[in-house]
């Protein structure tokens, strides 16, 4: 039996419940019953003894070994076997997806007077006490075969119910474990700088803990060789150095690109998984499992395989992260101004900074960025005077070498600060233009540039500050990128685990990313900060995560809920508030998860929250859930037509929601379909900020 199985086994069968049912059943009955594991030769918990046992066997605790002089073999059915003591025993599997995980042993009776009194004599032979035999006998129940049976059953149905309720709390521990995992992984990833021997060795622990392991290690391939680049504690060897790949879990893991289990020392053996991304191997993580732990389930090794994907993802940021960033380091002469583009983490805080930095350097009447790296296709242009739009066009189109009128940017912007854009201005013909290329490392990712047409030129020194501040601003716009990318690679890492919440709720597919979506939606419409944004962005995705605490029969019941069931459900407010709560990167979503069933008339919950007392995030997520809920459908009700959905979210607009978040949801989709966008596409306005998009 695997060590899930077991856990689930030892989980249902040391439950208060399972005691309680038990000894229900002896008082009812007289009969005893405990769970066996036959195939390790034990009990799961400990047991109730026999009466009669106790006069003619030294059995202290029942188990398979004490209770019949050969383990049973017993069938798919109920079977009928003799115990020790000579006493008819009833046993049963108890089965979980098809999986034995358990026997029920029933005991303690006889099934006629006529077995009874044979056991009687049985006893007198063996003790010579009439008095004890006659006692013992009074104290054995006569029980029907068929009332045996119905004992059994009653004991099996008890036995499945909590193996079912013990596996869902299991997974949802494990759930929420992986998620802890991947979370604070992400925090150290997105926060730090780089990534150090400490760092890595704290994400090597979780991953040890994933598979139960007692130590780990993460090595990099250099040529032939393994280099250690963090450790547990527990783990043998310097970081820092190196051993031959050549007959190592690791360097086996690393060379094929698939998991590695080879016996170790003792009773140890080793799990290896490549750190791997694509095509490309980054190193691999090894974790010494003890003999208690082995088999590593099915299940731990997928979370440690998805784990070791995050991991390689953070190696390979680590390498581009550092790259940019030694670009940046000759350049640290540059004007204070141009310095703070190193504190830029944002593809917009950088554009707007180069566009301060050309305003103030520079004298033009069309200057900006092109920006074509990246998956970007993005025109920035500042304007100084008055500067007629085919002029625009014009300098766009020779900086980036095609005709903009006939192939526009994909997103470009404008701004007139010290400047206008006038249809009716002369077009000048002679323009002075100075170009630089954007490179991040040695990609190409567009152009800066400065234009003017009052007829002066621009020189060399110039040319070298435009170089310079090209410098600073390809490799901020190569570290802001990258801080992007790993930002979604987070978010899509926590999008995958929703999106088993959905599933587990029989909810449409993707309702956590829409509802996530919508959200964003609203807080654009509201013109709030890129930070809020983000919140809603990571509140939309685990909205529902306290839903892992709710049982499963509860959440997938296709029928009206109990009083009792809604109650339960109405609890993962609170739940998820408690889990996003213990994570310090996630502990600002509590308030918006917590109050997101709130309503705008004081009538929601979890606190009865009314109208501003609400926090704002909480408001906008109530609406995106409801909108989704409505639109998309879920367990207990068909989707609804869009023009239906918009209906019922104004005809609650005061009522159950915040009026304002009702109008700013609308109206953002009514702008979206006046722009030719289909379900939930991204406008215009919105693919000009790509942080804000997962």
């Not at 026999?50 to 030294?58: E, Q």
């Not at 393994?226 to 050549?246: C, I, K």
Request: with cysteine; proline share 4%; hydrophobic share 45%.
């Amino acid at each position: 039996m695997s060590s899930r199985l077991r856990k689930i086994a030892d989980r249902a069968f040391s439950s208060p419940e399972w005691r309680t049912a038990s000894d229900a059943l002896f008082e009812a009955s007289g009969t005893t019953v405990n769970a066996m594991d036959f195939s390790a030769g034990d009990v799961f918990a400990q047991g109730r003894r026999c009466g009669y046992c106790n006069l003619v066997t030294d059995v202290v605790s029942p188990d398979p070994v004490s209770c019949f002089d050969t383990c049973p073999s017993p069938g798919p059915g109920i079977s009928r076997v003799t115990c020790r003591a000579g006493l008819p025993t009833l046993v049963t599997p108890v089965s979980y997806q098809g999986r034995v995980i358990a026997h029920l042993v029933l005991g303690g009776f006889v099934t006629s007077t006529r077995e009874r009194r044979r056991l009687y004599e049985s006893l007198l032979s063996r003790a010579g006490q009439a008095d004890a035999a006659r006692c013992a006998m009074k104290a054995l129940t006569v029980v029907a075969r068929r009332n045996a049976d119905g004992c059994l059953g009653m004991a099996l149905a008890t036995a499945g119910a909590l193996v079912a309720s013990s596996a869902v709390q299991i997974s949802s521990a494990d759930s929420i474990d992986e998620l802890r995992a991947f979370v604070s992984a992400g925090q150290n990833v997105v926060s730090a700088d780089h990534l150090d021997a400490e760092m890595l060795g704290a994400m090597a622990e979780e991953a040890a803990a994933i598979v139960g392991g007692e130590a780990a290690a993460v090595l990099r391939p250099v040529g032939g060789q393994l280099e250690l680049v963090a450790r547990t504690p527990g783990w043998r060897g310097a970081v820092g150095s190196r051993v031959d790949a050549g007959g190592t879990a690791a360097g086996r893991a690393c060379q094929s690109g698939r998991s590695v289990v080879t016996p170790g020392r003792g009773s140890t053996s080793t799990l290896a998984l490549p750190l791997r991304l694509g095509d490309k191997t980054h190193g691999a993580i090894e974790v010494r499992i003890p003999a208690a732990g082995t088999p590593v389930s099915h299940d731990s090794v997928v979370r440690l395989d998805r784990f070791a994907r995050f991991m390689a993802i953070a190696l390979q940021r680590d390498d581009e992260r550092r790259a940019v960033e030694r670009s940046m380091m000759g350049y640290h002469q540059l004007n204070a101004l141009t310095s703070a583009l190193s504190s830029q983490t944002d593809i917009e805080g950088v554009a707007r900074l180069i566009s301060s930095v050309l305003d103030k350097a520079f004298t033009f009447q069309v200057a900006g960025l092109v920006l074509t790296g990246y998956g970007y296709d993005r025109a920035d242009v500042t304007i100084s005077g008055q500067v007629n739009p085919v002029e625009i066009d014009t300098v766009l189109g020779d900086i980036a070498g095609r005709d903009v009128a006939a192939d526009p940017f994909e997103s470009r912007r404008s701004v007139t600060l010290q400047g206008a854009i006038v249809p009716d201005a002369p077009i000048r013909d002679e323009w002075a233009t100075l170009t630089v290329e954007l490179m991040s490392g040695t990609i190409d990712i567009g152009y800066l540039f400065v234009a003017r047409a009052d007829g002066e030129h621009y020189n060399a020194q110039d040319h070298a500050l435009l170089e310079g501040l090209a410098a600073h601003a390809g490799a901020a716009f190569g570290r802001a990128a990258l801080f992007g990318r790993i930002r979604d690679d987070y978010a899509k890492t926590i999008a995958a685990l929703s999106a088993t919440l959905d599933a587990s709720e029989r909810m449409p597919s993707g309702h956590s990313t829409r509802v996530m979506d919508y959200s964003m939606l609203i807080g654009e419409e509201l013109g709030l900060s890129v930070e809020d944004v983000e919140q809603l962005r990571f509140a939309g995705l685990l909205h529902d995560i306290g839903k892992t605490g709710v049982p499963h029969e509860i959440l997938l019941k296709p029928s009206k809920l109990s009083v009792e069931e809604l109650a339960a459900v109405r609890t993962h407010a609170e739940f998820g508030a408690s889990i996003v709560d213990q994570i310090e990167f996630l502990k600002s979503l509590t308030p918006i998860i917590l109050h997101h069933h709130e309503r705008w008339d004081g009538a929601g919950y979890p606190a009865g929250l009314s109208g501003d007392a609400i926090p704002l995030l909480a408001r906008i997520l109530a609406v995106a859930d409801a909108f989704d809920a409505m639109s998309g459908g879920n367990a207990y009700g068909k989707p609804k037509a869009f023009s239906a959905a918009r209906k019922e979210l104004e005809r609650s607009a005061g009522t159950q929601f915040d009026p304002r978040m009702v109008g700013a949801l609308l109206g953002g989709l009514d702008r979206m379909a006046l722009a030719g966008s289909t379900g939930l596409l991204a406008p215009a306005d919105m693919r000009a900020r790509p942080e804000l998009l997962a």
